[in-house]
């Protein structure tokens, strides 16, 4: 069964960020998010990929290829970017003569159990009560979890079951020709062909859907949602760096849990709780809480709290909230 990952949104939401990383590569508790999705696929025994990429798709690429060169990849590119069912159209010829084919939004991290869904006779898709569902896909299910119909982001919601971004499907062939009867029509909603209008029409057919529950999701399009993820991830075993393990930074004290990287200057500073370093990273006379620093940046004099840093920055003498890009430089003195 091969695996198909869209990523070639602009994630505009996380900007400034995005303009010099693709969001599937923002770090959230010590890793990409990409990696928590391809790390969690292989772990069910799933090895074959394929990539719609797009905005900045070089860089997820190169990503891709040097972090797992043990599985198959393909990468396609999306260069227009309509939409998640648009997507899917790009790649059917990739994925044609699949019998299945698992989808997998590339900006989610989520707990699922993905053998129950692997050992499914019906195509099935994965849902998460929440409290506002009208900025998702929404699924109307049976008192069995089978899946009665489907809407992108409904004004008035029929239920709070929101689409995750997860889906097995069974029907390949019946996929590509609902994506294809959109696309010829030029069936949009809320400006785009969307993925969830397919899997409609495909209801409309007749096929058999089924829901599955999925634990812990977040839809890290937002700073607040990457934050949450990080400190939500950092307090589960595994992620958080080993306490035991890191080096001694000088005059330092730190809160766990954190995630440190490799080759760190830290002094003279408070770090934690809930705080992911990147490697490289050159930290002094600080105090760091609930926030995300990317690789290689500089930090000096500053009072970061619930803060994402991008990669080679530079800060200088501040106490903010900030969300700054990568290659930033800011000397409040």
Sequence with gaps: M???????GAGTRLRP?????????????????????????????LNDFVFVIGYLGDRIRDFIEEQYPDISTEFVYQEHREGSGHAIWTAREVIED?????????????????????????????????????????????DKGRVLRMVEKPRIPKSNMAM???????????????????????????????????????????????SFS????FD????????????????QHGYASDAFNLPEYDS?????????????????SIIGPNVTIGSDVTL??????????GNFAALEDVVLRHSVIGSDARIKGMNLSLNIGDNTEIDFD
């Design 17 to 45: 960020h995005t303009y010099t990383q693709p969001k599937p590569l923002m770090p959230v508790a010590g890793k990409p998010i990409i990696c928590f999705i391809i790390d969690k696929l292989r772990e069910a025994g």
């Design 284 to 293: 002094s006379h600080s105090i760091v809480t609930d926030s995300i620093i």
């Design 214 to 217: 999925v634990g812990n999701w």
């Design 220 to 235: 890290c399009g937002r700073k607040e949602v990457l934050l949450e993820t990080n400190a939500m991830l950092l307090n």
């Design 252 to 268: 330092t004290i730190i809160i766990h849990p954190v995630s440190i990287g490799k080759n760190c200057q830290i002094s003279n």
């Design 2 to 8: 091969k695996v198909l990952i869209p990523v070639a």
């Design 164 to 210: 995750v971004g997860l889906y097995k499907i069974m029907e390949v062939g019946l996929l590509i020709k609902a994506v294809e009867h959109l696309v010829k029509n030029d069936i949009r909603t809320v400006g785009e062909i969307q993925l969830t209008d397919a899997l409609q029409y495909m209801l409309e057919q007749g096929v058999r859907m089924q």
């Design 98 to 142: 699949e019998d299945e084919v698992f989808i997998a939004f590339g900006d989610t991290i989520f707990e699922v159990d993905m053998r129950q869904i692997i050992e499914s006779p019906h195509s099935c898709v994965g849902l998460k009560r929440v409290n506002d569902p009208r900025e998702f896909g929404v699924a109307e299910c049976d």
